[in-house]
């Protein structure tokens, strides 16, 4: 475990305003109490809490990935509309203790679904 620093910065703050994740012409997640994670020179991720997310179109996949500062992602596909997006979905289950705050959260990767919306 690393923890976040001057040379790899990470900060969680709530996000302003409604977030909204559309697939295959569906809300997938929509939320008012989104989290937005900015990390390094990466693009900031919006994490959306499960209750607000439509888990029943979400399949959990047997992939994991780790990340030295947040921990082990697990991963979601989409089904719906006819239409599959593998792996679209990461979630921090157990994260590290600095992260604790997306433990329940949902992040969707931009190129895999149709929107994230917000505003």
């Given at each position: 475990?690393?923890?976040p ?43 959306i ?12 996949r047997?992939r994991?990935?780790?990340?030295p ?32 705050q ?18």
């Amino acid at each position: 475990m690393k923890l976040p620093g001057p040379d790899h910065p990470i900060t969680i703050t709530p996000t302003e305003g409604r977030v909204r994740v559309t697939f295959a012409g569906q809300v997938v997640a929509e939320t008012r109490r989104a989290l937005t994670l900015r990390e390094a020179s990466y693009p900031p991720v919006q994490y959306i809490p499960r209750e607000d997310a439509a888990m029943a179109l979400l399949e959990h996949r047997p992939r994991r990935t780790h990340c030295p500062y947040k921990g082990d992602a697990s991963y979601y596909s989409i089904a719906a509309g006819g239409q599959r997006a593998e792996d679209a979905v990461w979630s921090y289950e157990d994260p590290f203790p600095a992260m604790e705050q997306i433990r329940g959260y949902l992040a969707f990767y931009p190129d895999r679904v149709e929107a994230i919306e917000l505003g």
